[in-house]
């Protein structure tokens, strides 16, 4: 029995079933991207940096207080969780949403690249 898949795309023949995999974590992300979660001043953000719309993860600081503007944060590794900063202070209207694992795929470690050490997250 052949498996028949749906086509994205010009490819001739079926779409491979890792293809398919990764179509489905890019409309996530493009859904997750268009209709953010709010943050309600608890757990990780997604943190726009610069102006090409990239987002990174960040970690507010555990005595931050949830009201807080603008709001201490770490940015930390989508994957392993480590710090890539030291504390910066970022301004809510920064603040993408709630970090969700669809974002992962915007931001500098899944594209192989480093955050610059003099990183400013001012308005």
Same mark, same amino acid.
């Given at each position: 029995?052949?498996?028949?898949?749906?086509?994205?795309?010009?490819?001739?023949?079926?779409?491979?079933?890792?293809?398919?995999?990764?179509?489905?974590?890019?409309?996530?992300?493009?859904?997750?991207?268009?209709?953010?979660?709010?943050?309600?001043?608890?757990?990780?953000?997604?943190?726009?940096?610069?102006?090409?719309?990239?987002?990174?993860?960040?970690?507010?600081?555990?005595?931050? $207080?949830?009201?807080?503007?603008?709001?201490?944060?770490?940015?930390?590794?989508?994957?392993?969780?480590?710090?890539?900063?030291?504390?910066?202070?970022?301004?809510?209207?920064?603040?993408?949403?709630?970090?969700?694992?669809?974002?992962?795929?915007?931001? $500098?470690?899944?594209?192989?690249?480093?955050?610059?050490?003099?990183?400013?997250?001012?308005?």
């Amino acid at each position: 029995m052949t498996a028949h898949f749906r086509r994205c795309g010009h490819g001739a023949g079926p779409l491979h079933p890792g293809d398919q995999k990764a179509v489905a974590e890019f409309t996530a992300m493009l859904t997750a991207r268009q209709r953010p979660t709010p943050w309600t001043g608890r757990g990780d953000v997604a943190v726009r940096i610069g102006e090409r719309g990239g987002l990174e993860r960040g970690r507010p600081l555990t005595r931050q $207080h949830p009201d807080a503007d603008p709001v201490a944060l770490v940015l930390i590794h989508p994957d392993t969780e480590t710090a890539l900063t030291s504390t910066l202070y970022c301004p809510r209207s920064r603040i993408h949403g709630t970090w969700t694992t669809p974002y992962r795929l915007l931001t $500098h470690a899944h594209a192989g690249r480093t955050i610059t050490p003099n990183l400013s997250l001012e308005a």
